[in-house]
């Protein structure tokens, strides 16, 4: 047994504040001892939660050299982190954490001739694919979390992925390890030839010694190691012992993959890179039930897919229960599971034609079923079909039913023979529901690997009893099978105690030794793999896991449960959030690779301020709120999380509490506040841009109002949007067909800032054949209240749309009622379909009035609405909150039935989000976000593309970052009639009634 470490930081005694001088001392702000940090690396997307000593956030190798050798001196555990995303505990431990994915990143070298890439630990798995890629290469190995996980972290894991079935896991794509001891030697490690063997030897020193314990050991073990040790592609559990046998080339760094930082600290890994199939075709198979599809594994080998996934009819089900992916279930071939093969090939045509071939082969099998195909060709649907795989299981892991406990991951990723798959799997299913579980069946069923998320019961003393009897049992069984307690995952503390059942008591003291040789005090994540800490110990939501009942403005309902507890819950740590490109979220981290600003940061941030033991002061914590303060609310999360995490709604409920003994900052008065003073400031627009915009008053103007000085204030128009429309009048124009009417909905940035947009709307609309009224009552939809936590305001805001608006689209309204709100700015209309269901869930008003708003763009596809030919190129950047809750599908219609040349860009936030990016704390952020994607784009583009957004904010903020204006899509609508040469005036053919006014009248919008 190796030493125990003996290094409680729960008082914050003088040894760690020794530690923590010392360190900062060395490397300054890289070290974060303090609550927020500590608690943000608590937990990983395991069932564990250890709190660490410190956090150490190095900016180089060389600083971590220092960090290591000052720990070692003190006698302090570490343990090296990556993506944090490991489902078995070991990136949590009571230690020095060293997060190596913000500063330790470089792609050092990449070979295409030789097919090998030199990186250091914290580069991200897609960006050496990515980089990989230019040379037509690719890294093999890609875990459903390629996105955010580390080249460190998977050599640490040995991760795999689907892919596997084509190059290996990570261990058999890396060629040499460059290493850190805990007590300082570093050194490069491989399969060394015997005359190198003898220089090592020759030199001496530790590395020395290392190499020859290292072959005393394999030499005692040897038959044990080649006995004990399953033959079969996915044995990621225990010790790679077997790589340091003679026939495998005493490989001293694969041995090293896979121990999870227990050993020693990678700095630079040579990785091999294959050839990347130019394109690739998936055949998606459907079979009556998993067993079956499992069964058929070794006939799909036959035709030389380079993937093959697995799943069950449970993760489509729950997918369905919360209305998910409706889409791609839809067009899933009949069946109750499903597999998806993948093959590549250099050209479409070949690929296809394997896909072919394989679907006519598996058309006439003469044993099992015989199953439904698809044949995907489309890249795009091919990623969506893809993303099922990936995403579903995490957006299922929380219960619908209250009376049964969530999926966990305690039992998540065992491997076997995939010739013996299909029995396995009845075996296994049999085992879970004699223990009374229920599970769902997914993975990499090509290498044997299968995911299986269970309801264990971990929040009772007799639940986490049952969990241990069950995991035993199943561990015996997975080696009845011949097969691996780990195949993708790792074991850290969650199989760590159960290893004997698989190599026997021998072996384990073999991997005891091995550990020993290259870490004698035990200090490198210790309690992982080898004397593991209990199964059952450390657990984040075990028997002692408070129950906290708060008081919230929002109504935080889903069909996974209530309570803002309950949403918070929602994170499950898999670290989406983290990914560097695509999609929206997180914006925030993107720019500043922090963990505690990630959505999982603040998520872990939120659960820790409720359990109150490392933070405290609930709803006033300050860690939680500086934390919050960098979230732009883009409400990315929302729908790019696969569990649907929903910061900007945790944030302004967050505010609204902390504000209540907190004054709030002058921002605001001004920002927040904008849909109240606007219409004041309106009265007298040019004495308003005078203050605003001049260059001496305007600086004062913005230190009034706490807004940064690079930033233009917004120009008020000269007229507002109604003064402008109460003064044109339709003069010879033929009559339109109506329709009917839709309610337009003219925010305040159309009303006071660029009403030129509402007025081109009311132009389409009538082309459209649609007669527009506004409501009779001046509103503002309240959207910016929600960033200061202004929630009352907000409430009270939407009870006067509620109030004014409601008979116009109730049951009951009468037959000439408008058929819809149609809206112009995606942030407004946004608060009709989140945060009004939020503050009035039980009112019927707000869910008619919800159903009942559209996007501009959408609407006008809904009524089938034919645009002129327009000859153009548009460059489409969507606003947040539209990609969130509307998406661009309008856009696409109407421009392909238009002829438009467009591309709409993957290009995340703008950075500017409302009132965020004008805070002076905030432009670093705002700009990095703008200079990912956005802002290059649109400066590659030649002035004659049109840039098109629909949202102000975004406007504003290319304008701000390119010089450039961009336009909204009435505009364009209402250009390509103009140039077609239809009379670009609005009918004031608008008629009184209840609840709306003449298109002319005055108010506010």
């Not at 499992?294 to 030389?304: I, M, Q, S």
């Not at 450390?538 to 109504?555: C, D, E, I, S, W």
Request: glycine fraction near 8%.
């Amino acid at each position: 047994m190796l030493d125990t470490v003996q290094f409680d930081d729960a008082s914050r005694g003088e040894t760690s504040a020794t530690l923590e001088a010392d360190l900062r001392t060395a490397l300054g702000d890289a070290v974060r001892f303090d609550a927020a940090h500590r608690a943000v690396y608590a937990s990983d997307a395991s069932n564990y939660r250890q709190t660490p000593i410190g956090v150490v956030v190095p900016a180089s190798i060389s600083e971590l050299s220092t960090a290591l050798a000052i720990c070692h001196r003190h006698g302090a555990p570490v343990l090296s982190r990556g993506g944090g995303t490991s489902m078995s505990g070991q990136t949590v431990n009571v230690a020095v954490v060293l997060d190596l994915s913000k500063g330790c990143n470089r792609i050092i070298d990449i070979d295409p001739a030789a097919g090998t890439a030199i990186v250091e630990p914290g580069v991200v798995c897609d960006t050496l694919r990515d980089a990989a890629e230019a040379f037509d290469l690719t890294f093999a190995p890609d875990p459903s979390t390629h996105s955010r996980c580390t080249l460190g972290g998977m050599i640490a894991n040995n991760s795999c992925g689907p892919h596997s079935v084509m190059a290996g896991k990570t261990l058999e794509n890396v060629e040499a390890l460059e290493v850190l001891t805990y007590d300082g030697e570093r050194f490069w490690v491989g399969p060394p030839s015997d005359e190198e063997f003898a220089n090592i030897i020759a030199a001496g020193g530790r590395r020395a010694q290392i190499y020859l314990d290292l072959r005393a050991l394999r030499d005692r073990y040897a038959e044990q190691i080649r006995m004990r040790f399953p033959d079969i592609r996915r044995r990621v559990s225990g010790f790679n012992l077997d790589q340091l046998l003679p026939e495998n080339g005493f490989n001293v760094a694969r041995a090293l993959v896979g121990t999870e930082g227990t050993c020693a600290t990678t700095v630079a890994a040579k990785v091999r890179l294959v050839p990347s199939p130019a394109s690739r075709v998936s055949l998606v198979l459907g079979f009556p039930d998993i067993y079956s599809a499992a069964d058929a594994v070794p006939e799909y080998r036959l035709f030389g897919p380079i993937a093959i996934e697995g799943l069950d009819r449970a993760i489509i089900r729950g997918l369905q229960a919360r209305g998910l992916r409706a889409e791609e279930i839809a067009l899933l071939p009949e069946g109750d599971a499903w597999v998806v093969l993948e093959f590549g090939a250099d050209t479409p045509e070949l690929a296809a034609a394997q896909a072919d071939r394989a679907a006519r082969g598996l058309a006439v099998r003469t044993t099992g079923p015989v199953p439904s195909t698809w044949i995907i060709t489309d890249p795009t649907m091919q990623s969506r079909i893809w993303l099922i795989r990936e995403t579903g299981a995490s957006a299922t892991q929380l219960s619908i039913d209250p009376a049964v406990p969530d999926p966990k991951v305690g039992w998540e990723d065992a491997a076997v023979d995939p010739d013996r798959l299909g029995d396995y799997l009845r075996a296994f299913q049999a085992l879970v529901d004699r223990y009374g579980y229920r599970t769902s069946l997914f993975g990499h069923f090509g290498d044997g690997c299968v995911h299986a998320r269970i309801t264990f019961d971990l929040a009772s003393a007799e639940g986490v009893n049952q969990w241990r009897r069950f995991t035993r049992e199943a561990a015996e069984l997975v080696v009845r099978f011949g097969g691996s307690l780990s195949g993708e995952h790792g074991d850290g503390q969650a199989k760590g105690e159960f290893l004997p059942i698989m190599f026997g008591e021998e072996l384990i003291d073999a991997m005891r030794e091995f550990k020993r040789i290259w870490d004698p005090q035990n200090r490198m994540n210790p309690g992982k793999i080898v004397d593991a800490n209990r199964f059952d110990e450390n657990l984040r939501m075990g028997p002692q896991y408070k129950v906290v009942n708060l008081h919230t403005r929002f109504a935080f309902r889903s069909s996974e449960g209530a309570g803002f507890q309950r949403a918070v819950e929602r994170c499950v740590g898999m670290g989406r959030c983290r990914s560097l490109t695509g999609n929206t979220m997180c914006p925030s981290y993107r720019a500043t690779r922090e963990e505690r600003f990630s959505t999982r940061g603040r998520s872990r941030l939120l659960w820790e301020m409720l359990q109150g033991e490392v933070l405290d002061g609930q709803w006033r914590s300050e860690p939680v709120k500086e934390a919050l303060d960098t979230c732009l609310s883009c409400k990315g999360c929302r729908s790019d999380c696969p569990t649907h995490v929903d910061m900007a709604s945790y944030k302004a409920e967050f505010l609204s509490h902390y504000y209540e003994t907190k004054r709030r900052p002058r921002q605001a008065l001004f920002m927040g506040r904008i849909g109240q003073w606007a219409p004041v400031a309106a009265k007298w627009p040019r004495l308003t841009n005078l203050l605003t915009q001049t260059p001496v008053l305007s600086t004062l103007a913005k230190r009034i109002a706490g807004t940064a000085q690079v930033r233009a204030l917004p120009h008020f128009a000269t007229r507002t949007f109604r003064a402008q429309l109460a003064r044109r009048r339709a003069s010879g124009e033929s009559a339109v067909p109506v329709r009917g009417k839709v309610m337009l909905w003219v925010d305040t940035f159309c009303e006071h800032f660029h009403p030129e947009i509402a007025l081109d709307a009311i132009s389409v609309l009538r082309h459209a054949g649609f007669e527009t009224v506004l409501p009779r009552k001046p509103l503002c939809c309240g959207r910016p209240l929600y960033d200061f936590g202004y929630l009352d305001a907000a409430r009270a805001h939407l009870e006067a749309i509620l109030t004014a608006l409601a008979p116009d689209f109730d049951e009951d309204s009468p037959a000439d009622a408008p058929v819809a709100l149609v809206g112009l700015e995606p942030g407004c209309l946004s608060v009709f379909k989140d945060e009004m269901l939020k503050l009035f869930p039980d009112d019927p008003r707000a869910k008619r009035l919800a159903a009942s708003v559209r996007l501009f763009g959408d609407f006008l596809v809904e009524q089938d609405f034919v645009p002129p030919q327009f000859n153009a190129q548009v460059l489409v950047h969507a606003h947040c909150h539209q990609k969130a809750l509307f998406g661009t599908h309008g856009e696409r219609v109407l421009f392909e039935r238009m002829g438009i040349r467009f591309t709409v860009l993957d290009s995340g936030c703008c950075g500017l989000a409302g009132s965020f990016g004008f805070h002076p704390d905030h432009i670093d952020i705002a700009d990095h976000a703008g200079e990912a994607v956005l802002f290059p784009a649109v400066r590659q583009n030649s002035e004659e593309t049109i840039v098109l957004t629909n949202g102000f904010s975004c406007r504003e903020q290319i304008r701000h970052g390119t010089g450039r204006e961009a336009m909204h899509l009435a505009q364009l609508l209402a250009l390509a009639h103009a140039r077609a040469g239809a009379p670009m005036r609005a009918a004031d053919t608008t008629k009184v009634s209840d609840g709306v006014v003449p298109i002319g009248a005055t108010g506010a919008g």
